[in-house]
């Protein structure tokens, strides 16, 4: 049985989506699974290529099983991080809190082992966790709130990375996510004895650089040979904390550099389909695809040379906005279909708690999605959000507060005012007209900044100080800074 055919007793996931799980039901909870990869931006599905249409940049770029996923999920067009960077991005995920609350603003620390986190709520509730992969907390050996774990610490490198597991060093060989693929199938092969639901995060070091070459598996290097990505119109805009900054002389000489690393990263994109292809269809070898939800997302997103930048950090939409898919079976779930309401990282882990039945993070500032998965919206649900960026030492990124609307966006950068930028998403989505001399149009955001930022209860934390040594410019194409 495959994961499309999602034949599932009406009955109990009514009674599932209605969130009763009374001991005298016996009802079986669900599985969750959620695959998470590093620097991910949103565009970068085949599905969704098509979708764009001439406006998609990658028109060759092939996903198949994350296509065929797509289609029995809700696909989440308008789904950001609340901060563009891994370590921040993986603890908004787990806390359900921005970064200026749970204390990881950068990726230089690790977190604290007692940290309310939502694994360690499911755990309470009876699920079996497992975490494989990549964890990116500074290089934290500990995953706490986890049973099974086959992790590796920091970034880890792609080939013949040692991995932990369940807390011992082990040499591997192989291509890092090819590894912990396998035993990520490896733990959903050893649930089919257990009457406990599991829980599985599986986290991809793809697309995180170094890519393409060695970086990838030798039945990846040469896919995309010769292909091109399209040009957007905001390719020679530069970044406003970076305006004089001039392209390269040598267009022809730039463009072949900058094709070249679509078509690298994008290798990485397609390796990644074949791991989630291997998890579906271990679910479904073990008969359990009729009872699991999955979850498919990234850290954040990336810039592939729109604003001359390359990395994440600001407050640019190709930062902030990342992929999310959710499968959740049963006949009162949506399936293959778009959703436009605005999503947010802080939100999977209520997500997450709410469709295992399992008690919600007490200070958790996201909401659970599920009247988005099962009513396809919800009266009340936001129409703007919070962002927020930490300068970093020896990083040329300035520190970004901003508010993004449906509509507009306000991106502010602290003491430097004369960067304030205004943009009209709906007739600028590239984000190059700055209408900071509109006064009512700035009023207004200011005032929405305003509400949000104390919706949040937002305090700026204590920077770390730059320690004098050459500033690291993460917009080289060359370069990932985390």
């Known amino acids: 049985m495959n994961l499309v055919q999602r034949v599932v007793s009406t009955s109990i996931f009514l009674t599932f989506l209605g969130g009763s799980f009374g001991a005298a039901e016996e009802l079986k909870r669900p599985n969750i699974?959620?695959?998470?990869?590093?620097?991910?931006?949103?565009?970068?599905?085949?599905?969704?290529?098509?979708?764009?249409?001439?406006?998609?940049?990658?028109?060759?770029?092939?996903?198949?099983?994350?296509?065929?996923?797509?289609?029995?999920?809700?696909?989440?067009?308008?789904?950001?991080?609340?901060?563009?960077?891994?370590?921040?991005?993986?603890?908004?995920?787990?806390?359900?809190?921005?970064?200026?609350?749970?204390?990881?603003?950068?990726?230089?620390?690790?977190?604290?082992?007692?940290?309310?986190?939502?694994?360690?709520?499911?755990?309470?509730?009876?699920?079996?966790?497992?975490?494989?992969?990549?964890?990116?907390?500074?290089?934290?050996?500990?995953?706490?709130?986890?049973?099974?774990?086959?992790?590796?610490?920091?970034?880890?490198?792609?080939?013949?990375?040692?991995?932990?597991?369940?807390?011992?060093?082990?040499?591997?060989?192989?291509?890092?996510?090819?590894?912990?693929?396998?035993?990520?199938?490896?733990?959903?092969?050893?649930?089919?004895?257990?009457?406990?639901?599991?829980?599985?995060?599986?986290?991809?070091?793809?697309?995180?650089?170094?890519?393409?070459?060695?970086?990838?598996?030798?039945?990846?290097?040469?896919?995309?040979?010769?292909?091109?990505?399209?040009?957007?119109?905001?390719?020679?805009?530069?970044?406003?904390?970076?305006?004089?900054?001039?392209?390269?002389?040598?267009?022809?000489?730039?463009?072949?550099?900058?094709?070249?690393?679509?078509?690298?990263?994008?290798?990485?994109?397609?390796?990644?389909?074949?791991?989630?292809?291997?998890?579906?269809?271990?679910?479904?070898?073990?008969?359990?695809?009729?009872?699991?939800?999955?979850?498919?997302?990234?850290d954040n997103g990336y810039y592939l040379g729109e604003h001359m930048l390359s990395d994440k950090r600001s407050a640019y939409d190709e930062s902030m906005r990342v992929p999310l898919l959710i499968h959740m079976p049963g006949n009162d779930a949506k399936h293959g279909v778009n959703n436009d309401a605005m999503v947010l990282n802080i939100d999977y882990g209520p997500t997450i708690l709410d469709l295992a039945g399992a008690k919600p993070l007490p200070e958790g500032q996201g909401r659970s999605l599920r009247p988005l998965l099962t009513n396809g919206e919800s009266k009340d649900w936001r129409t703007a959000f919070f962002y927020e960026y930490f300068k970093e030492p020896n990083y040329t990124s300035p520190t970004v507060l901003a508010v993004r609307t449906n509509s507009s966006k306000l991106i502010t950068y602290p003491g430097h005012d004369e960067w304030t930028e205004v943009f009209d998403l709906k007739n600028d989505p590239y984000e190059l007209k700055n209408l900071i001399d509109e006064k009512s149009v700035l009023e207004k955001m200011r005032a929405e900044f305003d509400a949000q930022s104390a919706a949040v209860k937002f305090r700026m934390p204590k920077l770390p100080k730059e320690d004098g040594a050459d500033k690291k410019n993460v917009h080289s194409p060359a370069v990932d800074g985390g």
Request: aromatic content about 10%; charged content about 25%; glycine content about 10%.
């Open 33 to 298: 699974v959620f695959m998470y990869a590093d620097d991910w931006r949103w565009d970068c599905i085949g599905a969704y290529q098509r979708d764009q249409g001439e406006k998609g940049r990658f028109p060759w770029l092939e996903t198949p099983r994350i296509d065929k996923l797509a289609e029995t999920s809700v696909r989440f067009d308008q789904s950001f991080v609340v901060n563009s960077l891994c370590s921040p991005g993986r603890t908004c995920v787990l806390t359900g809190q921005y970064s200026h609350l749970n204390g990881i603003i950068g990726n230089s620390k690790p977190l604290p082992v007692d940290t309310l986190i939502f694994p360690k709520l499911l755990r309470q509730a009876g699920y079996t966790t497992a975490y494989c992969g990549k964890w990116h907390l500074d290089n934290q050996r500990e995953r706490p709130g986890f049973d099974f774990v086959a992790s590796f610490v920091g970034q880890g490198k792609y080939n013949d990375c040692p991995i932990l597991l369940n807390g011992k060093e082990m040499p591997t060989h192989g291509w890092i996510d090819d590894i912990t693929t396998g035993y990520a199938v490896q733990f959903l092969d050893g649930q089919k004895s257990n009457d406990k639901p599991f829980f599985l995060w599986l986290g991809f070091k793809s697309p995180h650089g170094p890519r393409g070459g060695e970086s990838l598996p030798e039945r990846a290097r040469g896919l995309y040979a010769g292909k091109e990505s399209r040009g957007v119109p905001n390719l020679d805009t530069p970044a406003i904390f970076e305006r004089d900054k001039t392209p390269p002389a040598n267009p022809e000489k730039r463009l072949a550099k900058q094709f070249e690393g679509h078509r690298a990263y994008m290798r990485h994109i397609t390796m990644i389909d074949e791991c989630v292809g291997r998890v579906l269809d271990a679910l479904d070898k073990n008969g359990e695809a009729e009872n699991t939800v999955v979850i498919v997302s990234g």
